[in-house]
């Protein structure tokens, strides 16, 4: 008891009752983070494809709606194969997207308006139409090691020249590909057009190293790096590359899932380099003054692995590796299995490293309406932003976008287009997301009924939710997520999530999620009564009505709400 007052009385001494709470957490702990991904949120000339100066124009907007840092996809020179995951200047903004003046005035009104910057730094890959890979290519002076070139093996039956192992990419298919001018294998873990950087060459660490200098001196505050477990391989001393294992989650030997990925996925080297990075940039911030300048991993692997990725003991790497718990679930999903989510993170990351953040949607996979129904994302919405920590949100989510179905065309042919499709801004031609004839990817035959215009006219729409939400993320009760006894989680019955916020001896909040599709009812909450704050779309409750939560309380079928009261009893 004693070491909950203390900072207490810390603070009552500072004659601040509350901040105590709040000052401890720094920006990117408790962040509302918005993904952009910049082909399709805001064209502002006409072409088609969204663009910077489209950013900057609607981010009044994300200021609106309470998002504190946006993390923008690739916005650098690329050929495209990868819409802009594969670079070919790391330096230089695509035309497509603008110049370099435009990418200054975004930072600049993003500041003034308080929104954080996080750009994507993809560094596992370049464009083969790099510069750097054309130099490897013809084995210039420093580059030849550059990326990861090897002569092969010769079959002993056939021969023939085969490749250094039987790795397969992501994307399906050899991760080698024969390159006749160098006559060499080199790897790529994605697109043959994404060939791997070699970062056991120091040249290569270094230019890399320059790359978040050239964007932090431009004002970024963070980096989503891409890939980060594909970054190292495993290849023995005498040079070889030794092949992976069976994995029996497969019968398609050019399928990605055909082996266990022990010797191409989060290897010793990664880690390091990792470090570096983090140890550069806390560097940078102590120079320059700067806020903490945050690193995101993108890193689809185990809680240990993610754990070392944070702070190994004796370094530090990613404050935030991404937590993609949430998006396994689906429409059948019960409030324990959310338990079961959230606790998988919890007990593990949070435990060891008090790091917390929680993804709902991305680019690379199905919307949220799409994955679990429609009547599921006011629920996950309040969700998202109920747990403590950084929320991570796709644009769109906030309106309810879902998956559009698209052909494959001449500009486009990607498995992941559905999810990539233009924002919906209003009712006019193509949502408003484009002034020009045609988008890049169709706008959603559904866009007159999910757009922003319209979601802010209605009392309980999703962007409601989202923005109460997102303010509530700033109260003491909220922020308070690293004081003993600031947050409790659970299921409270079969289909009822409960999340409870406080802030000692002040406010304390209370997020009840029906994830089922039945009346539910819980006893004995707390002996308290508390008011209803924020509801679902179809909740028959109303605004500011007080609720027992002595008694027996109901929530209708995918009903979810906030309640607000004094924290203790009463
Ligand atoms: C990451 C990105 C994905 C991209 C891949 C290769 O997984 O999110 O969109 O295709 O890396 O860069
Ligand atoms: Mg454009």
Request: hydrophobic share 35%; charged share 20%.
């Amino acid at each position: 008891m004693l070491s909950r007052l203390l900072p207490l009385y810390a603070a009552l001494l500072l004659g601040c009752g509350s901040c105590f709470a709040a000052s401890a957490v720094d920006w990117w702990e408790s962040a509302t983070l918005y993904q952009i991904y910049p082909r399709s949120f805001m064209d502002s000339d006409g072409d088609g494809v969204g663009d910077l100066n489209g950013i900057t124009t609607r981010l009044a907007y994300l200021k609106e709606i309470g998002v504190t840092a946006t993390w923008l996809s690739p916005i650098f020179a690329s050929p495209m194969a990868d819409f802009g995951y594969d670079i070919s200047n790391f330096t230089k903004i695509d035309p497509l997207f603008g110049t370099l003046t435009d990418f200054d005035a975004l930072i600049a009104k993003a500041h003034a308006l308080g929104i954080k910057i996080i750009l994507d730094f993809v560094p596992n890959h370049s464009s083969d139409e790099c510069e750097w890979f054309q130099k490897s290519i013809r084995r210039e002076d420093g580059y030849d090691d550059f990326y990861i070139w090897e002569d092969g093996k010769i079959d002993a039956e056939t021969g023939e020249r085969v490749p250094p192992s039987n790795w397969v990419s992501v994307f399906s298919g050899p991760m080698w590909t024969w390159n006749e001018q160098r006559q060499q294998y080199y790897l790529h873990q994605f697109l043959p057009k994404q060939p791997d950087l070699n970062f056991s060459n120091p040249m290569v660490r270094e230019h890399m190293l320059e790359v978040l200098k050239f964007w932090v001196d431009r004002g970024a505050d963070g980096f989503r790096i891409d890939a980060v477990p594909h970054i190292g391989e495993k290849r023995f001393a005498n040079g070889t590359y030794p092949d992976e294992p069976l994995s029996g989650w497969s019968d398609d030997p050019n399928s990605y899932n055909y082996h266990d990925h022990i010797y191409t996925k989060d290897q010793p080297l990664t880690l390091e380099v990792v470090y570096e990075w983090r140890e550069f940039l806390d560097e940078y911030k102590r120079q320059h003054e700067r806020d903490t300048i945050v690193l995101i991993a993108e890193a689809y692997s185990s809680v240990e692995v993610l754990s070392d990725y944070i702070n190994n003991g004796t370094h530090s790497g990613t404050q935030m590796p991404m937590n993609f718990n949430l998006m396994s679930l689906n429409g059948y999903s019960t409030a324990k299995n959310v338990e079961d989510s959230v606790k998988g993170w919890m007990d593990n990351i949070w435990e060891k490293h008090q790091s917390a953040n929680w993804v709902v949607g991305n680019h690379d996979n199905d919307r949220l309406a799409t994955r679990m129904g429609q009547h599921k994302v006011d629920l996950m919405t309040m969700l998202v932003h109920a747990l403590p920590g950084t929320s991570v949100t796709y644009y769109g989510e906030e309106i309810g976008m879902s998956n559009v179905a698209t052909e494959c065309t001449a500009i486009s042919c990607e498995d992941r287009d559905p999810e990539r499709t233009p924002m919906q801004w209003d009712t006019t031609d193509h949502a408003g997301f484009t002034t020009g004839p045609t988008s890049w990817l169709p706008i959603s035959p559904n866009y007159k009924r999910f757009n922003v215009a319209t979601e802010r006219g209605v009392a309980r729409s999703t962007l409601q939710i989202f923005k109460g939400m997102t303010q509530l993320k700033q109260t003491n009760a909220f922020k308070a997520f690293k004081e003993e006894g600031g947050f409790a989680f659970g299921a409270v019955s079969e289909q009822v999530f409960q999340v409870v916020r406080t802030a000692f001896l002040e406010e304390e909040y209370r997020i009840l999620i029906n994830m089922g599709n039945k009346v539910e009812y819980v006893h004995d909450l707390a002996n308290k009564t508390m008011e209803y704050v924020l509801l679902s779309r179809h909740s028959p409750h109303s605004f500011g009505d007080k609720v027992d939560l002595s008694q027996r309380i109901y929530l209708m079928p995918y009903e979810a709400l906030v309640l607000r009261g004094s924290a203790g009893s009463g």
